[in-house]
């Protein structure tokens, strides 16, 4: 049935660069987890009616990972607007590198997972009425499920797949 999600990200990285190589490398397996081509088309069937030929990307996302202090500068948001023509959504989340600054690795992923996984679950549902070909509430437990795995680190990256990052 396709792919239906892609997912990109943009970061600051961290204070320190030690800080800024843990928050890319879990930003990194994040979105290729969630960018993995297998599980999108394992799952496709269950939240698609039209033929995979037809298929599209319904849900368009990037990660903004800034410090605090840029965000304000810039006056930046989270949002979310649907595109109709397209039958796509856009998600474009901002998150606060500076709640991240002292966790360790294990933690940070964690905790990105809760924090961006809530913010769609948010937003998937409020949309949820005007897709014409994805079933975003069938879609929500699928997205947890797979969430759980990368905070387990289950997933084996593209990037590198000898390794579990």
């Known amino acids: 049935m396709g792919i239906f999600f892609k997912i990109t ?17 879990v930003l990194h ?14 799952i496709a069937p269950k939240l698609r009616k039209i033929d995979a030929k037809y298929s599209h990307i319904t849900l368009g996302t990037i990660l903004r990972f ?27 989340q901002m998150l606060v590198l500076n709640k991240y600054e002292t966790l360790s690795e294990d ?18 549902l409020k949309y949820k009425d005007r897709f014409q070909d994805f079933d975003a509430v069938m879609f929500i437990p699928l997205l947890e499920e797979r969430f759980e795995e990368i905070k387990e680190q289950k997933f084996i990256s593209n990037r590198n797949p000898t390794k579990i990052y």
């Open 29 to 42: 397996y994040i979105t290729d987890a969630l960018n993995d081509y297998v599980w999108q088309d394992s």
């Open 9 to 25: 990200s943009d970061s600051y990285g961290g204070e320190t660069v030690e800080k800024a190589d843990i928050n890319n490398k």
């Open 66 to 92: 800034y410090l605090q202090r840029y965000i304000e500068e810039g006056n930046l948001k989270s949002f979310a607007r649907y595109i109709k023509k397209d039958d796509k959504l856009i998600i474009d």
């Open 107 to 124: 933690e940070t992923r964690r905790t990105l997972c809760d924090d961006i996984f809530l913010y769609f679950k948010e937003i998937i």
